[in-house]
């Protein structure tokens, strides 16, 4: 597998996190190396959402760490954690309603992050930064000269507002992107083009962490599983292992197992 | 909009389109379709203290509209944009009015200074104050911005500081009426022209996102507490001037600049005019205020009237003006069949 090879990005160990007498997460260790997508699955409810939120800085966790690289980022403010280049989607999508959709992306570009980086091809300064950011959602399926990059945001239908959150994310050009349920909600032709997009991004040299529940394109995609239930991680490995496993199996599909034996 | 089996369908005007980009200078129409609004406004506006030129009562009625068009172009720009509803305008107001009078009477700083440093140094420290209060959102902010105005009326009284209930008097009025008029009209003009071309900068977009939504803010590496900051910075700063402008005209500052119509008054006058158009808070003052100067002869009837004017614009046009003008002028509407 080569993975002593690729440095770890993000390295996460004894996470935890309780909301009253419910375990979220329960003493959660996983390691995130460089160029890796990291597919974390598992049923409704059983934690994915609340380790993005902690890896993210969007919840502090009750216990363990995250590492970004060489650094503690275990409970630092999200903007900050973003900043340093780790990034994420939210499963119920937020863009700006209130804007045109490549304006949308104009608060990424003058993030501190982007502005600091500087050199967009265009550069920084206003007018710009529209530039840039039409150039972003061509790169991301928004056709350039269709009038869907300069429609509202709040007048776009879902395939197009997935797309304008991974755009945001890669406005900001980070290390991470942490996906929240991207293909969720999604037709099965939207997936199919926005499976390249995601290996183009791998390509590019981002590290990806997905979650998803549509695990056949999720398959596709990645390079190893983590599956949680009930805030347990309960195993990781390369995806052909994952599916066959009986545990993941149970957790996971057993629904569909006991409705085989009626 | 819809009745049996038709609705109305809204089409932006031909104009309004090819006015929306470099188009603008192809030709006189375009031209005139832009400049035209913006022309009346700021010709009536400046026209205002030679109209009134032989009613100095009026005349003093127009600084005051300024006043509270400056405050209510603070709160449609805090509430509409950043989404920081502020009901302690006069806050901003006491806080601007006590500096100047401090800098002005103790200090012995002319205007000229006084009244620049009384709105930095306002938004300063009220931007410090508010600082705590950012990380609330909706009603939460509301009901502690109320509290500061009274807080600082109350200390003011209970501890007989800074003139105690009379005030400070004695302050340096301006040169004559015309400076007085013009100062006023020349920097609420300045606002609201300034307010309109920072919310479409893409600083302005930062503090829009945090409005519609400030997760997504957050992911973006941006912090919303700065962006909060620096809004209510420059809210608190145009809200600082019209204090220390209003406390300069009364040449003296005391416990009224705290009271509650300077709170109210902005609001009522952005739910008239029309929310988020800027301008219409201006609008909004502009109907207000001398409105109630008109009711004044009604005595305690006054206020009944007042309510009545406001009650049938929120029940018959809750839109407000601008946005139903602006609609008026940028589309034409038509009946379709569905």
Redesign the interface.
């Known amino acids: 597998m080569g993975e002593g090879l690729k440095p770890p990005v993000i390295t996460v160990e004894g996470l935890t996190k309780h909301f009253g007498g419910v375990y979220a997460l329960k003493d959660v260790s996983f390691t995130l190396h460089e160029g890796d997508i990291l597919g974390i699955i598992g049923p409704n409810g059983s934690g994915k959402t609340t380790l993005i939120n902690c890896v993210?800085g969007?919840l502090k966790p009750d216990a363990g760490t995250v590492r970004f690289r060489d650094r503690d980022i275990t409970g630092l403010?999200?903007?900050?954690i973003?900043?340093l280049g780790v990034?994420?989607t939210?499963q119920v999508m937020?863009?700006?309603?209130?804007?045109p959709a490549y304006?949308?992306l104009?608060?990424?570009?003058?993030?501190?992050?982007?502005r600091k980086l500087g050199g967009w091809r265009g550069g920084g300064r206003?007018g710009d930064?529209d530039t840039v950011a039409v150039d972003i959602l061509e790169e991301i399926g928004f056709e350039r000269d269709s009038y869907v990059p300069y429609k509202m945001a709040s007048s776009l239908p879902t395939g197009y507002l997935k797309r304008l959150e991974l755009a945001?994310?890669i406005?900001?050009r980070p290390e991470v992107v942490i996906c929240d349920e991207v293909f969720s909600g999604l037709s099965m032709s939207e997936i199919a083009t926005m499976v390249p997009l995601i290996e183009k991004l791998q390509m590019e040299g981002m590290t990806l962490i997905m979650v998803e529940h549509r695990l056949r394109e999720l398959f596709r995609v990645a390079n190893r599983v983590m599956v949680l239930s009930y805030g347990d991680k309960i195993m990781e490995g390369d995806p052909e292992v994952v599916i066959e496993d009986e545990r993941v199996k149970e957790v996971y599909l057993g629904w569909e197992g006991e409705a085989e034996d009626d | 909009m819809t009745e049996e089996g038709r609705r109305k369908e809204r089409i932006d005007r031909g104009i309004k389109v090819r006015t929306n980009g470099l188009y603008a200078i192809s030709g006189w129409p375009e031209l005139s379709y832009l400049i035209f609004p913006r022309f009346i406004l700021i010709a009536g506006m400046l026209s205002l203290p030679v109209v009134f030129g032989f009613a100095p009562y009026w005349r003093r009625v127009v600084c005051i509209v300024c006043v509270y068009a400056l405050l209510s172009l603070a709160f449609d720009f805090l509430a509409n944009f950043v989404g920081l509803i502020n009901l302690g305008s006069s806050f901003f107001i006491g806080m601007g009015g006590y500096l100047t009078a401090i800098l002005n009477v103790n200090l012995g700083l002319p205007p000229v200074l006084s009244i620049p440093l009384a709105t930095v140094l306002g938004a300063a420290i009220c931007t410090l104050v508010l600082l705590p209060c950012l990380p609330l959102r909706g009603i939460y902010f509301a009901i502690v911005t109320l509290m500061f105005p009274l807080i600082l009326e109350k200390l003011i009284q209970a501890f007989n500081i800074l003139g105690g209930t009379n005030g400070i008097m004695g302050l340096d009025g301006f040169p004559n009426a015309w400076w007085e008029g013009y100062t006023a009209i020349i920097v609420t003009l300045a606002v609201l022209f300034g307010l309109r071309r920072l919310v479409n900068e893409d600083v302005g977009l930062v503090l829009r996102g945090v409005k519609d939504n400030d997760q997504a803010v957050r992911a973006s590496g941006i912090s919303v507490t700065f962006c909060k900051a620096l809004a209510v910075f420059i809210a608190s700063g145009i809200g600082c001037f019209a204090g220390a402008f209003l406390s300069h005209l009364y040449m003296w500052a005391g416990l009224s600049l705290f009271a509650l119509d300077f709170s109210i008054m902005p609001i009522a006058a952005t739910v008239i005019g029309g929310g988020g158009t800027l301008v219409g808070a201006l609008i909004g003052s502009f109907i207000l205020v001398p409105l109630s100067e008109l009711l004044r002869s009604f005595g305690t009837l006054r206020v009944v009237f007042y309510s009545l004017v406001l009650t049938a614009f929120i029940v018959f046009k809750s839109e407000g003006i601008m946005v139903y003008a602006q609609r008026k002028y940028h589309q034409f509407e038509r009946w379709v069949k569905v």
């Open positions: 993210t969007f403010a999200p903007h900050k973003a900043r990034t994420r939210f937020r863009p700006y309603y209130s804007l304006k949308n104009i608060i990424p570009l003058w993030s501190p992050r982007v206003h930064r945001r994310c406005a900001l």
